[in-house]
């Protein structure tokens, strides 16, 4: 009886034996798959993080653009004072540049998710919020540019007073564009950032006597609330030309 307890023992022990490198190759094969998977995981998050820069810078040279040439605009009215002829020209100028913000941010979008439906959902919503900032922090940029360039020459018109709350015009100008952009640049398009940028410039109109701080320019002796006037008409008239073109793409 004993004997065939100790063969049978034996017989266990061989099959041990055998059965270590099969444990062990499974073990190396799982210990290789789990650094590849953490090595793809981490080439990913590299890819994934060089986009947002690339995204980020996109959307800053963008704002920036756009507020340079809103606030610029506005300028040229402080200056020269408001006209029909000019007020009219630099609202053309500033639609069709609304327009090609637009297009320019469906497309640093899509390039930064990949054109691919299987793109993830945190990614999308990182990327869409890297590119708003840096929309609005360069449309600041942009302002702030032109502005610091203005207070070199006031002293050449000194109708003009450079104050912070001037500020308030061109701000209100870039984002009450900047809202309709982000707006029609969404699917589907986000009528509360519409209703968002309208009410933006409604509260600026009825303070509008607070936000003037220019004396009557010489030569035209412009109304005092004409710039005011010319801010609101830019913000409507990009407004509904970017909706127009946004609509002809549905």
Known sequence: MGRPRARGLRGDAGLSALARPRQGANVL???ACVAAREEGRELYEGEESAALRRTSLAGAAMGMFLGALVSYGIVIQRVSGTTVASSVGANVVT??????????TV???LAAIGESSVASRRLRERAIRHLTLAQAAGGLLGVLAVH??????AAAHPWLCEHPRQLVNDVVGVFGILAFVWSCAREPIRVELMIGGLALVLCYELTAAYWHLDGPVPLTDALPWSIQRFVGSEVTSSGLGVIAFRLTLA
Request: proline share 0%; hydrophobic share 85%.
């Open 29 to 31: 094969a799982f210990a």
């Open 95 to 104: 639609t069709l540049a609304a327009v090609a913000a637009v297009i320019a």
């Open 107 to 109: 497309r640093v979008f």
């Open 148 to 153: 610091a360039m203005l207070a070199r020459a």
